[in-house]
């Protein structure tokens, strides 16, 4: 599985932007970009996922370079409940040998500040 | 609509026991995913499940062991406990195998002490 570099962890202040940075040079051109979460005592929770072009959704956006070495998970204002461990996933497309196994790595620890 | 389930939420064992433990997947879902999680790590692949067959298994001793039902519910079980089996031990269910859309549904886990 390819694998993925994150920073241990992160701060931000409540309401503000936050830019989560995931590197993942050896990314082959059939692996999706996954992001999880896991908040306090929970299991973990899907956030996003994207190929090549940026993705939207109700929780956060998901910004992939170009290049597809480097992708940053986006949460545009920040708040307490946010606060959580986030994993960056490399996932092979249908066909793959992987079925739906997930690799996660150490993730980034996000703390938020009121 | 109910999520996943498992139980129990907490077990005690002692080493040498075995356990079993239950998840219930999200109606509809034919694919349950079997994780362990050790403190301050992140979650490890144990084994996935499709339609009652084993279709995935991580790098876990044989001491393990899952099946899943026909109505997708499934048991992990795990045979001469460790003290270093003590973990959180995550569900997952999902609608298919694999693919761009197969995001995984998590339950809350069991915690498994192995004194």
């Known amino acids: 599985d390819a694998k993925t570099t994150q920073p241990n962890s992160m701060e931000s202040n409540e309401e503000e932007p936050v830019h989560l940075p995931c590197n993942h040079s050896?990314?082959?051109?059939?692996?999706?970009i996954h992001w999880y979460r896991q908040l306090p005592s929970q299991g973990p929770e899907y956030v996003i996922h994207g190929l090549t072009s940026n993705v939207n959704n109700r929780m956060a956006s998901l910004a992939i370079a170009e290049d597809r070495k480097s992708s940053t998970l986006i949460l545009h204002r920040a708040t307490l409940r946010d606060a959580a461990v986030y994993y960056c996933?490399?996932?092979?497309?249908?066909?793959?040998?992987?079925?739906?196994?997930?690799?996660f790595g150490q993730g980034t620890i996000l703390t938020v500040h009121p | 609509d109910a999520g996943v389930t498992q139980s129990p939420t907490h077990l005690i064992k002692t080493r040498g026991q075995h356990v079993t433990l239950r998840c219930s997947p999200i109606?509809?879902?034919?694919?349950v995913s079997w994780y362990q999680q050790v403190l301050g790590q992140g979650p490890q692949f144990i084994f996935q499940?499709?339609?009652?067959?084993?279709?995935g298994r991580g790098n876990f001793p044989d001491r393990f062991s899952a099946r899943q039902f026909p109505n997708y519910s499934s048991e992990l079980n795990v045979n001469a406990l460790l003290l270093g089996d003590s973990a959180l031990y995550l569900c997952?269910?999902?609608?298919?195998?694999?693919?761009?859309?197969?995001?995984?549904?998590f339950g809350p886990g069991t915690r498994l002490t192995v004194l």
């Open positions: 050896t990314i082959s051109g059939t692996d999706y």
């Open positions: 499940y499709y339609e009652k067959e084993e279709r």
């Open positions: 996933i490399l996932r092979e497309n249908a066909g793959g040998t992987s079925y739906g196994k997930l690799t």
């Open positions: 109606s509809g879902h034919k694919s």
């Open positions: 997952a269910s999902s609608w298919v195998t694999s693919g761009v859309g197969n995001e995984q549904f």
